[in-house]
């Protein structure tokens, strides 16, 4: 919606999770988009074309809408497709990775006045201001740089110039499946493909925490230094990397506890997350929202496993709130309650959360000066306001 009105489209939507005091609406207001209760309200003849993502259900209003006026509907990555045309085209995918490593590129890029256009899952942190969302950038020049993403396949949609496939992991897809279609993406690249677990370990000035985000920087630095681009302003401009919204994103610092707001939401997004803090903290307090109940009871054996290995039994603790759910028709049986239940058989004292104020209190009677209180989850809004609040009470 933020590229479409910036390159000259008059953009309309809807989001049943509107709220007008809500910065990001407020934000796409500015840009001129006109944003309609999800009724089917702002659809009508004058509307050329209707863009979804894969998480709109077949029988929202707008769809319906638009199938009765005979209007085209197109996948976001299809549109997306479209604003970059003939342009050359970076993409960036892999299990986990890519939203840090796109958003990287992307600053290097414009610190090297290579002036790109950027498409990122989360807000880049240098970019993101009262009046700019942050996690796009609408550039001058005929390079584009954009996260794909494998969990629709709506990544093989994209023919890419030069890509970066940052690891490969199981997430959505069995692990032959992924590997068949990573190996398709890297067909479907016409020059470089940057393979994140091909590269040696190099030491680089990477301002993050976490392994992980090493292993992110060296991908971002390794595709600039495969495309000529000067080592030591590419390392220069990494050194300035402020990172990505939600990405152990330090909320901030409050009687000695730091808070850290993660995206974390599959098993190895949540080792890597809880890793880094581990590294840094000797006592972690980790709470973690799951973002669907499917996912959680397909990986229910595997999200147990990855809390009981990383839990450090030095105090800290570990809490599961209830399932975020955003609507549409989908099997409950599995809850957050059942993951609980298989780790407190473990050993580990996980605790279930019924909502944010049981859990805000239990972290305010648990944290001591110089633990870190590390919160998880995707999907949910609610997740990086509640970290900004426990700063804030």
Known sequence: AQLAAQKGYSVTGSDRAHDPENELFQNLEQLGVIIHPQDGSGIDAATNQIVFSTAIESDNPELVKGRSLGIPSLHRAEFLSELIGDDELIAVAGTAGKTTTTGLLGWIFECLGRDPSVYNGAAVLNWKTGAALGNVRAGNSNLWIIEADESDQSFLRFHPTHSIITNISKDH????????????????????????????????????????????????????????????????????????????????????????????????????????????????????????????????????????????????????????????????????????????????????????????????????????????????????????????E
């Open 173 to 392: 897809y069995e692990l032959d499946e992924l590997h068949a279609m990573f190996d398709q993406f890297e067909r479907q690249t016409s020059k470089t493909t940057i393979r994140g677990d091909q590269l040696a370990p190099v030491e680089l000035p990477v301002p993050m925490m976490g392994k992980h985000n090493e292993e992110n920087a060296r991908c971002a630095v390794a595709l600039c230094e495969a495309l000529g681009m000067d080592a030591a302003e590419v390392r220069a401009a990494l050194s300035r990397f402020k990172g990505i919204e939600r990405r152990l994103e330090v909320a901030g610092k409050v009687a000695g506890v730091t808070v850290i707001d993660d995206y974390a939401h599959n098993p190895a997004k949540i080792a890597a997350a809880l890793s880094a803090v581990a590294d840094e903290f000797e006592t972690v307090h980790a709470y973690w929202r799951p973002h669907g109940f499917k996912p959680l009871a397909q990986g229910l054996d595997d999200f147990a496993d990855v809390f009981s290995k990383h839990w450090k039994p030095r105090g800290g603790s570990i809490f599961v709130l209830p399932v975020y759910y955003a609507g549409g028709t989908v099997d409950k049986a599995i809850d957050s309650d059942a993951l609980v239940d298989r780790l407190n058989s473990s050993g580990v004292p996980a605790v279930f959360a019924p909502d944010y104020d049981a859990l805000q209190s239990e972290l305010t009677r648990r944290a001591q000066p110089g633990d870190a209180i590390l919160g998880m989850g995707a999907r949910d809004p609610e997740l990086p306001r509640f970290a900004k609040k426990l700063i804030a």
